[in-house]
């Protein structure tokens, strides 16, 4: 089965900051990547689909980028809203999600 | 407005089977390509995808939890019912029902049905197993 592995697992960041966050897949995965916000106490929020796709009503500073092993979720100019912790998630090869990235005031 | 909630007990001893219901509304399971899914997050564990039912019926599972896992649908109530077996304290976890949607609005293309991501979750239900 296909590892994901994210990195850093934890990022401290001020508010106006640009922050990126790597996924890398044990294999290809093409363009099959996802990327989930997740605060804490609730339900994963889709954010990315396709590895850029932007769903619909996510704020523009949240993008995406990459193909095959390698992908970056990028927030630029964090936003109170946007402490929580990111996961991305391959669909190439059944499901599988990264171990998560916290994302936490610094 | 797409909503889904997650319903079962939130206790269950180890060995028992467990049954989740996931009631949904403002979709149907009956249009081509939509799927619902399970997943599942220990406390202060990473997702854990368990399996997904397809409008036509179509099931796939996490083969590492497959000879555990049955999910079925009712479409005339708007439900989805995973069931698991021999749960043991290590299954202790929230879990998720999720809509794979089946339409891509950015690109107005119809979507895969490999093309597994959720755009809509439920709120979750905490599962302990313990004696």
């Known amino acids: 089965d296909i590892q994901m592995t994210q990195s850093p697992s934890t990022l401290s960041a001020s508010i106006g900051d640009t922050v990126t966050i790597t996924c890398r897949a044990s294999?290809?995965?093409?363009?099959?990547l996802a990327w989930y916000q997740q605060r804490p106490g609730k339900a994963p929020k889709l954010l990315i689909y396709?590895?850029?796709s932007l769903q619909s009503g996510v704020p523009s500073r949240f993008s995406g980028s990459g193909s095959g092993t390698e992908f970056i979720l990028t927030i630029s100019s964090l936003q109170p809203d946007d402490f929580a912790t990111y996961y991305c998630?391959?669909?190439?090869?059944?499901?599988?999600f990264g171990q998560g990235t916290k994302v936490e005031i610094k | 407005q797409i909503t889904l909630k997650e319903s079962g007990p939130t206790l269950v001893k180890p060995t028992q089977t467990l049954t989740l219901t996931c009631t949904f509304s403002g979709f149907s399971l009956t249009t081509s390509g939509v799927g619902v899914g399970w997943i599942r997050q220990p406390p202060g564990k990473a997702l854990e995808w368990l399996g997904i039912?397809?409008?036509?019926?179509?099931?796939r599972y996490n083969p590492s939890l497959k000879t555990r896992l049955t999910i079925t649908k009712d479409t005339s109530r708007n439900q989805v019912v995973l069931t698991m077996t021999n749960m043991d304290p290590v299954d202790t976890a929230t879990y998720y029902c999720?809509?794979?949607?089946?339409?891509?609005?950015?690109?107005?293309?119809?979507?895969?049905?490999?093309?597994?991501?959720?755009?809509?979750w439920g709120q979750g239900a905490l599962i302990t197993i313990s004696s």
């Open positions: 294999e290809s995965v093409k363009s099959r």
């Open positions: 396709k590895a850029s």
């Open positions: 999720a809509r794979k949607p089946a339409y891509d609005i950015l690109t107005s293309h119809w979507l895969s049905v490999d093309d597994i991501y959720f755009d809509s």
């Open positions: 039912i397809y409008w036509n019926d179509d099931k």
């Open positions: 998630q391959q669909y190439n090869d059944y499901l599988t």
